[in-house]
């Protein structure tokens, strides 16, 4: 599956961006996907993962109640909404994908190419 991520951008402390991640073939709906992030510098870390349904979710202890991921596998499409952002979130986005079901594993197979996310103070 390729996956491409997109809706990075430049926004102010505070504000909102949704990203989404576009996945091409068929098999998307029987994927889990997850949400990585890196800032520069830094280790690439989880943000936030959800099971080929949707029904279940996991996020990163620090992201929980600011971030929201969803997915609709009418469209092949996941999305992570992200609200009140801060200057530290910014870093790369990255969308990932994987047959298996365990979303509380961080073994990912496919890997979307990053979209920049900058939050200004």
């Known amino acids: 599956v390729q996956l491409q991520a997109s809706g990075g951008g430049l926004v102010q402390a505070g504000g909102s961006l949704r990203l989404s991640c576009a996945a091409s073939?068929?098999?998307?709906?029987?994927?889990?996907m997850g949400w990585f992030r890196q800032a520069p510098g830094k280790e690439r870390e989880f943000v936030s993962a959800?099971?080929?349904?949707?029904?279940?979710?996991n996020y990163a202890d620090s992201l929980k109640g600011r971030f929201s991921i969803s997915r609709d596998n009418a469209k092949n499409t996941l999305y992570l909404q992200m609200n009140s952002l801060k200057p530290e979130d910014t870093a790369v986005y990255y969308c990932?994908?994987?047959?298996?079901?365990?979303?509380?594993?961080?073994?990912?197979?496919?890997w979307g190419q990053g979209t920049q996310v900058t939050v200004s103070s």
């Open positions: 990932a994908g994987a047959a298996g079901s365990n979303i509380y594993t961080r073994d990912y197979d496919y």
């Open positions: 073939g068929r098999t998307f709906s029987r994927y889990k």
């Open positions: 959800i099971s080929s349904g949707g029904s279940v979710t």
